[in-house]
């Protein structure tokens, strides 16, 4: 089959061009990731977005003569639209348009293979629908399929407000279900020391989870490979245990609906003795990365809970001269790469130390 042909819209404001830049090309991979093509990228330099159509009209006819002669199926925005603007646009250009949360969450129910991760999705495209469906008659015709139309809530979509009520009660009844069997199993497990890996997409949580178990957990060079969480027993030769937990990634704009679902998934990072925040240090961007974990983190009631920064792929540095300055700027945090094993001995012995810690608060 064809890939699907793909034209990115992108605002440049007057500040935060170079942070828009790299948006834009993380909205590519996000693109790539979800099975489509990037034929071509437009940006504007507006400060304003136009309430109609988001970019100005003027832009917006200049698209349509792209997709006609280009053949693009799909125009994706990095910036969130109004489901006004959607329609406008897709009226004007007359071919599917859509933003940066609809490629995330096709691409989380494209990944989702669980049931819990199934549902989890499902929910949270309901959610992020049910605001643009209009009442009774007007639902959703959206041109064309492919990305940002499929997944389980999609068909869905097509029957009343009132449905979706009820079927987003059904979902979180049964998330609520699962959430309680996953107390259960985690109290049984009690009195072991519990290490959750989180971080940016692509950070290498599940490369470190093999470096720190031998597990076979699914690692990709695709963004949210991972989507269920997995835990594993580390025994260290010293002879203490650990549990280490591998959990989905976090982006920019992630949409909210996205991250409330997924509870039942980073219960778990909220809930270790420890989190590991996995930092893809040869990233451009890393920095903000850290910033994004960080938002996460807080939203999530566990910013200041125990966690080490762990700089990973420090095999792709040129220059390691930049660890010296992070050493500085993070206190406590630590060097790795998941994939040549340097460093993940530093970091057990941390973890151990870490395990005896809190086993003297415990008896004192
Ligand atoms: N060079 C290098 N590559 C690494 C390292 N760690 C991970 N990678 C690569 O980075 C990519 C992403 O790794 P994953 O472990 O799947 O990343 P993740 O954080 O689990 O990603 P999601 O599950 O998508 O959130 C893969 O291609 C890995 O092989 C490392 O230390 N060095
Ligand atoms: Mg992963």
Known sequence: MAKERVLLVGLLRRKGRE?????????????????????????????????????????????????????????????????????????????????RRDVILDIFAQHAKTRTAKIEVELAQLKFKLPRIYGRGEELSRLGGGIGTRGPGEKKLEVDRRRIKERIKKLTGELKRIEKSREIQRKRRKGLFRVALVGYTNAGKSTLMNALSHADVYVDDKLFATLDPTTRLVVLPTGEKFLVTDTVGFIRNIPPQLVASFHATLEEAVEADLRLWVVDVSHPEFERHIKETERIMENLGCRDKPYIIVFNKIDLLWDRG????????????????????????????????LIHEKKEVRVG
């Open 322 to 353: 930049i660890m010296e300055r992070l050493s500085h700027l993070y206190p406590g945090c630590m060097f790795i790469s998941a994939k040549t094993g340097e460093g993940i001995e530093e970091l057990k012995e941390k973890i151990r130390k």
């Open 19 to 99: 942070e828009k830049l790299h948006s834009l090309e993380e909205l590519a991979s996000l693109v790539k990731t979800a099975g489509g093509e990037v034929v071509e990228t437009i940006v504007q330099k507006r400060d304003r977005p136009d309430p109609a159509y988001f970019i100005g009209k003027g832009k917006a006819e200049e698209i349509k003569e792209l997709v006609e002669k280009h053949e693009i199926d799909t125009v994706v925005f990095d910036d969130p639209l109004t489901p006004a603007q959607v329609r406008n646009l897709e009226k004007l250009i007359g071919v599917k348009i859509i933003d």
